[in-house]
């Protein structure tokens, strides 16, 4: 099967929020998740008090170095002042969260306007 | 792997019947991804072909991932030289596997756990709690080379 080329992410902007949609089902290869992770750290770091919302509709599979990533951009969107929200995980993945008690580090909503309207 | 030591007997499950259980064994060098994402979808595409339903499938890929990474990553450090051997038994009933690296091992008990406070910001750490939470018996023989893990058909997380 050839491997997609697509962008990881797609970006949009929706007032001062910039939303970010996974376009893969998986998040797991190393090397995509550093392109992730080096996409979110750019778009943390355009601004300050950055708001990131992060749309997880699409996912279905990811790893613990996906979520270690994770915790590395809400460390940096911390130390800039700045919010992150987490939307529309589908319940498996959302287990992972939980069996991690990651879902108590993160701030995650069950969908995006939800997520929208929880930044302050 | 591929060009490799790719070896498998085609005992089958007969579409969820009762055949003897299919045996995947692979060889993959651990810094092959391509490699191990074709060993992840020979493997699953077995699992599907037993029958296993949606939340066991997510269970047996995860912890695939996660025992294959840890592999590749804390046991051989990414040294080229040195391989991963993977060993897939799925039958209707169970998805077992043995995965093996050639670094020198590791003690469970000295891997903490991630849920703790002082650890749930640390970016690494929770493949063990993963593999754990999701497959139904996990062991740890060699010195820690060697994973032995299995899922029992049946749904949730245990």
């Not at chain 2, 020198?104 to 991630?114: A, E, H, K, M, Y």
């Amino acid at each position: 099967m050839a491997e997609s080329i697509a962008a990881p992410v797609s970006v949009t902007q929706d007032k001062d929020i910039r939303i970010v949609e996974f376009t893969h089902n998986k998040i797991l290869d190393e090397g995509n998740i550093a392109e992730i992770g080096n996409t979110l750290k750019s778009l943390t770091d355009e601004r300050a008090n950055p708001k990131l919302l992060l749309d997880f509709a699409n996912v279905d599979h990811l790893s613990s170095a996906a979520l270690g990533m994770l915790i590395n951009i809400n460390n940096l969107v911390r130390q800039k002042n700045g919010q992150l929200r987490l939307a529309s995980i589908k319940p498996q993945i959302f287990e992972v969260f939980v069996i991690t008690k990651l879902n108590k580090l993160f701030r995650i909503f069950p969908n995006r306007e939800e997520a929208k309207a929880s930044f302050m | 792997m591929v060009g490799g030591g790719s070896k498998e007997q085609c005992n089958g499950c007969g579409g969820g019947g009762t055949g003897s259980p299919k045996v995947l064994q692979f060889e993959i060098a651990s810094d092959a991804n391509a490699d191990m994402r074709k060993v992840k979808q020979q493997i699953m595409a077995e699992v599907k072909r037993c029958g296993f339903c949606e939340d066991d499938a997510f269970a047996i890929h995860l912890a695939l991932e996660e025992a294959m990474i840890n592999a590749a990553k804390h046991g051989n450090n990414f040294d080229p030289s040195k391989k991963i051997h993977i060993a897939a038994k799925i039958s209707p009933s169970a998805a077992e596997f043995t995965i093996e690296d050639e670094g020198g091992g590791f003690s469970r008990s000295c891997v903490p756990d991630p849920r703790l406070e002082e650890n749930l910001e640390k970016s690494s750490g929770r493949g063990l709690l993963l593999i754990e939470s999701y497959m139904n018996r996990v062991e740890y023989t060699c010195g820690g080379r060697k994973l032995h893990m299995v899922k029992q058909r049946e749904n949730g997380v245990h």
